[in-house]
């Protein structure tokens, strides 16, 4: 009897074991899947699994990358002061932060100066509606300098909605292309054409047409935003078309005569059979197509100077002062980390939308 009991313990501690794994390995993969998987061995250690080994996994995710920061650091702040310019010395690590930290004062500066405007003309508004309760009120829009962080959510507003539009052409274009041998054929000059063109060459262009076709004193959009957007969409829908063509045209031909043999219409086969089969393809493109509308931005809003990091860099460049480059190099940074974050962010949308070992 006590053998027996004794089994049946041993067995409901291996299954809660078991449980227990599978928990902290789906929760190790959504960590991963936005950049957080370094907190995967610190859960697995207070989950009390194997110190040892988690201890070896936190300093292959943690202590290596940031020994190589600090490495990165010190070579920047043993080498900066080494190369002169026109403008200084490079910056190193301490006067790049210390610039942040000014950007940031400055952006929190320029924001109360905005509520104080708005509190004035709120309080003028109720001086002139007490004494004519008739009378007619404006409230002007404030007209400041916008700050980094306005720059920042500009182009990130920018982006996002290039990268939209090209996704929405991309997508059925490159379905239509997988699917049809035809559709393929015509497609594929263009796309080899269009591919290689730089940004720069497009700009003019888009530039010219937004000015002839977006009129008016008061539009939906600024021109300066549609063309920085179109421009973007120009360059990134690419990767994302070929992508969605490969992934489509690799299907299982079987399951394809599958969705024929069970009379599927097409709208269903390509919303149940195409499109999950090829949406690993398809994020692929997307994550790449992302990255290169990023890139392309910057560089139009830098040649076009439109509002946005890129013109805040080409700004910067201009005017020369003692803190330009410890502020070129900020926004190089922020450039960068702006980049990791997005490609995370659709790491982080494909596994929510896709099934794989730990779904």
């Known amino acids: 009897m006590t053998s027996l009991t004794d089994s049946s313990a041993d067995l409901a501690r291996a299954e809660r074991k078991a449980r227990r794994a599978h928990s902290l390995n789906r929760i190790a993969s959504a960590l991963t899947a936005v950049g957080l998987g370094w907190l995967a061995p610190l859960l697995r250690l207070a989950a009390g699994e194997n110190p040892r080994r988690q201890g070896v996994e936190l300093w292959r995710q943690i202590g290596i990358p940031l020994t190589a920061i600090l490495l990165f650091l010190a070579a920047w702040g043993w080498a900066a002061p080494q190369v002169q310019t026109s403008l200084g010395a490079i910056p190193g690590p301490a006067q790049v932060w210390e610039q942040a930290t000014n950007l940031y004062a400055d952006h929190k500066a320029e924001r109360a100066k905005e509520a104080a405007f708005y509190e004035r ?29 306005d720059q920042i959510l500009t182009s990130l507003k920018t982006v996002f909605i290039g990268f939209l539009l090209g996704a929405l052409v991309a997508v059925p274009l490159g379905v239509a292309s997988g699917l049809s041998p035809t559709v393929n054929a015509a497609l594929n000059p263009l796309i080899q054409i269009f591919k290689p063109v730089s940004p720069l060459a497009w700009l003019p262009l888009v530039t010219m047409v937004v000015s002839a076709t977006v009129s008016g004193n008061d539009p939906l959009f600024e021109k300066s935003f549609l063309t920085s957007a179109i421009t973007v969409t120009l360059c990134s829908l690419w990767p994302t078309l070929i992508n969605t063509a490969v992934g489509v045209s690799s299907i299982d031909r079987d399951l394809m005569n599958v969705g024929k043999v069970l009379r599927l219409s097409g709208v269903t086969m390509v919303r149940r059979l195409v499109l999950p089969s090829a949406l690993p393809y398809i994020f692929t493109g997307l994550r790449l197509s992302l990255g290169v509308g990023w890139m392309v931005l910057i560089a139009a809003e830098m040649l076009a100077q439109n509002p946005g990091l890129g013109k805040f860099v080409w700004d910067e460049f201009q005017n020369g002062s003692s803190s330009s480059l410890a502020r070129i190099m900020v926004a190089v940074f922020t450039i960068g980390l702006i980049g990791f974050l997005l490609d995370r962010v659709m790491l982080a949308l494909q596994s929510a939308v896709s099934h794989g070992p730990a779904r």
């Open 121 to 149: 003309q709120a309080k003028r508004n109720a001086e002139i509606l007490a004494k004519d309760p008739a009378a007619e009120v404006k409230t002007r829009p404030y007209a400041g300098k916008p700050t980094y962080l």
